[in-house]
């Protein structure tokens, strides 16, 4: 496993930015995604965006997708996501997660999480 910070998290208005990063303590290899994922009270935990980590690609869910820009940074083994255009429909908890394999949308398929970092839209 792999230790995951997550930081950045706050409170924004709606249509304002704000920069969530995750840090791992530890070995992230090529091979792994590192994923955001997001959970609201009483919903499910979503997939927000992942990138692979030895080449940088990126996929995103529907609902964030041309608003949010995942990014990494491997000489600090340092994940980002960049949240730009905020909806209130985007509050909630913000995890980072790590995977080995493919299967990057199942919560249950990641073998590394962080606790969280809490993110508020409202005006």
């Known amino acids: 496993q792999v230790h995951l910070v997550e930081s950045g998290g706050g409170l924004a208005q709606p249509g304002k930015s704000l920069r969530l990063s995750c840090v791992g303590l530890?070995?992230?290899?090529?091979?792994?995604?590192l994923s955001w994922f997001r959970q609201a009270p009483e919903k499910d935990r979503e997939f927000v965006a992942g990138?692979?980590?030895?080449?940088?690609?990126?996929t995103y869910s529907d609902s964030v997708r041309g608003r949010f820009t995942i990014s990494r940074d491997m000489a600090r083994n340092t994940m980002y996501l960049q949240m730009n255009n905020l909806k209130p429909e985007d509050s909630a908890e913000y995890f980072c997660?790590?995977?080995?394999?493919?299967?990057?949308?199942?919560?249950?398929?990641?073998?590394?999480w962080g606790r969280g970092t809490q993110v508020t839209v409202s005006s």
């Open positions: 997660a790590r995977i080995w394999g493919s299967n990057i949308y199942t919560p249950l398929a990641y073998d590394s």
């Open positions: 530890g070995n992230i290899f090529g091979v792994n995604t």
């Open positions: 990138i692979l980590w030895s080449n940088g690609s990126a």
